[in-house]
């Protein structure tokens, strides 16, 4: 069973992204757009959500056991994001030092805050102002658990019409969670699996092994990394090293900062700033999320604006390629608002 135990973290590392996180916002009575986090997870986990504008949720961080959803609701227009807390242990919910091995937000239970990278981040805009809604899974600011995205059609027939294989990523980085390869939840017929069916199947990253995930984290980026055998370099290949079943990862902006790593400064376009070792790795393993600043173009879900969403962590199966691979419809959905085939008016 994995494990989340035993990783309190020691260092605060507050990496601030391009768009600023802000205090959570105040109670609106007439928020009615769902949003749900679901813990799949073998063990508990305690989400903490932010919101950089319009209305959010009452609750901004919970303890949610294995198995449970807590289900709220935000204002059409909200702007936030999602994480997992691990391992926590509060003092009465008034903060007063770290209360989380992962993601922990100035140790309070309701967080005010971001939390402490590494975390994985859920990310919404869901209105625009262009009529449209923008939303991603990030590994920007490192990976800490497995997330996907399932989108909430609110009874509106258009949204319903759009094939949902088209709109639920996952990504599935942490190696004991991860089923094989070839791994389909449809051969019992219209089995649902993360709002999609047989009919709309999801398509799967199939190409990494268990080993593969279980290594993608380069050894100075872990939070946790063994100690360096002999004269204090890691061995490569690093098969023969223990790795831990639970251990997140530092993204290489959050962990050293660097211009190059971060896109800024000097490096602050897609022409000056190129993908790092972690980037590389990071989309290897989870294709449609973000790895880098600029990795818009094969990270970014589009659609109209008008639906809820649920937010899955350790959803099971294996990372999804949906950008990748239903690129054409992606751009049709973009561009027009409905898919070809899928009898949108």
């Known amino acids: 069973m994995l494990s989340l135990s035993g990783l309190r973290s020691t260092d605060a590392l507050h990496h601030m992204r391009k768009r600023p996180l802000s205090q959570k916002a105040e109670a609106n009575p007439w928020t009615d757009t769902p949003l749900i986090v679901t813990n799949r997870c073998p063990e508990t986990i305690w989400p903490g959500i932010s919101t950089q504008s319009g209305y959010g949720p009452p609750l901004n961080g919970f303890e949610l056991k294995s198995g449970s959803s807590q289900n709220q609701t935000v204002s059409a227009d909200w702007q936030g994001r999602i994480w997992g807390r691990t391992n926590c242990t509060f003092n009465n919910g008034n903060g007063g030092g770290k209360a989380c091995g992962s993601g922990d937000c100035n140790g309070v239970l309701d967080c005010r805050v971001g939390g402490d990278t590494p975390v994985t981040l859920a990310e919404f805009t ?3 102002g262009d009529g449209q809604t923008y939303y991603d899974i990030s590994l920007v600011d490192g990976y800490n658990l497995p997330l996907a995205i399932v989108l909430q059609p609110l009874g509106n027939r258009s949204m319903e019409e759009i094939p949902p294989n088209l709109t639920n ?17 449809y051969d019992s017929g219209q089995q649902f699996f993360l709002g999609t069916t047989s009919a709309n199947p999801l398509p799967f990253e199939n190409s990494v092994s ?3 995930v279980i290594r993608w984290c380069p050894w100075d980026l872990q939070v946790k990394p063994p100690t360096a055998p002999g004269d204090g370099v890691y061995p490569y ?3 023969i090293m223990w790795r831990p079943s639970f251990n997140p990862c530092y993204s290489a902006c959050a962990k050293w900062n660097k211009q190059e790593d971060c896109c800024t400064g000097s490096y602050g376009s897609p022409s000056t700033c190129q993908p790092s070792e972690y980037s590389r790795a990071a989309k290897r393993v989870c294709p449609d999320a973000y790895s880098y600043a600029f990795d818009d173009q094969t990270s970014t879900f589009i659609i109209p604006a008008g639906s809820g969403f649920e937010v899955v962590f350790c959803p099971g199966g294996r990372s999804t390629n ?11 959905l973009a561009n027009t608002g409905h898919v070809s085939g899928s009898n949108s008016k």
Request: some cysteine; charged content about 20%; proline content about 8%.
């Open 126 to 128: 869901l209105n625009a």
């Open 169 to 185: 990523p996952s990504c599935m980085a942490t190696g004991e969670l991860l089923a094989e390869k070839n791994f389909s939840p």
């Open 210 to 212: 268990v080993n593969d």
């Open 237 to 239: 290949p690093d098969d």
């Open 322 to 332: 949906i950008l990748a691979s239903e690129a054409d419809q992606l751009n049709q």
